[in-house]
């Protein structure tokens, strides 16, 4: 039934929302793609799965780890090897991203395999009824992180000092480093912030399906269309893209065949692309609030 698929697809755009809110955080103050945001999602479900391994804590529980050293991680690759490329040129700042893109699929084989993992948890197994439609529980967990997600991170761009530090890097950096602005740490922590942010995207990547050290470039395309479709940078178009790509995908899936789900997906980013290159909605979120 139809109905039952727009809301299947509402929810699902849910967790499209939480792996693509990094890339533009990103994008919006630095004005960069993150060719490895698959790999920072693909990581951060890795490492939750480590850690869910050895102390048998609930995934989301395990976050409350995983967020933190996924900061760490963001900024120190930021400011240690992003920042001293950006003089350079956007085109520098997209190769190293797809080196580093490279690098983390050769470490998780090495690491971890090439076989299919996933992340366990009572939950992945249950469903919620919602106007008689049962929708899997976990992608109700994963739209209600994503509208806390977008919320949280609104209001820190907009009211907290530091969001509003972030703010003026991104407009004009060479203005806020005038007044004091050190736009090299405010690049550090934004990189580090999409890094936290994608880690509750890639846990819930892990427990709704499998990944492996190769899966991380279907994410990253399918968080550049639903940025592309929202506009690049804008916090509230990528809800509202994410949410569209969602119930795009859950629909189309079920009149063609949930086998073409990736061709339906991609196929909607080159038409954006050429119908309306700017996205949908929205402005970067260095610019509006």
Not at 72 to 82: C, D, E, P, S, T
Not at 85 to 98: H, K, N, S, Y
Not at 101 to 106: D, G, M, P, Q, Y
Request: with cysteine; charged share 10%; hydrophobic share 55%.
């Amino acid at each position: 039934m139809l109905f039952y698929h727009l809301i299947d697809g509402f929810f699902l755009g849910g967790l499209y929302v939480t792996i693509a809110l990094g890339l533009t955080l990103v994008f919006g103050v630095m004005n960069t793609v993150n060719l490895a945001q698959g790999e920072v999602l693909i990581g951060s479900a890795y490492l939750t799965y480590t850690l869910s391994s050895l102390t048998h804590l609930d995934p989301l529980l395990c976050l409350l780890l995983v967020a933190p050293i996924m900061f760490v991680i963001g900024y120190l690759v930021q400011r240690l090897l992003l920042n001293p490329l950006i003089p350079r040129g956007q085109e520098t700042l997209l190769v190293a991203t797809f080196g580093l893109l490279l690098v983390a699929e050769t470490l998780f084989g090495l690491i971890y395999g090439n076989n299919t993992l996933s992340l366990s948890a009572s939950y992945t197994l249950t469903g919620l009824n919602i106007f008689g439609d049962t929708v899997r529980t976990v992608y109700v967990i994963a739209l209600v992180a994503a509208l806390l997600l977008v919320v949280g991170t609104h209001l820190l761009l907009s009211y907290l000092p530091l969001g509003k530090a972030i703010r003026a890097a991104a407009e004009d950096p060479g203005a806020a480093a005038s007044i004091g602005i050190n736009v090299p740490l405010v690049y550090g922590i934004t990189f580090g912030l999409a890094a936290a942010i994608s880690a509750v995207g890639g846990t819930l990547i892990g427990l709704s399906f499998g990944f492996g050290p190769t899966t991380g470039s279907s994410w990253l395309l399918r968080s550049f269309t639903v940025i592309v479709l929202g506009g690049m940078g804008s916090l509230w178009g990528t809800l509202l893209g994410g949410l569209l790509i969602g119930v795009l995908e859950e629909v189309a899936a079920s009149i063609v065949g949930p086998q073409f789900r990736d061709l339906i997906v991609f196929a909607f980013l080159v038409i954006v692309l050429i119908v309306r290159p700017e996205g949908f909605f929205g402005q970067r979120v260095g610019v509006a609030k």
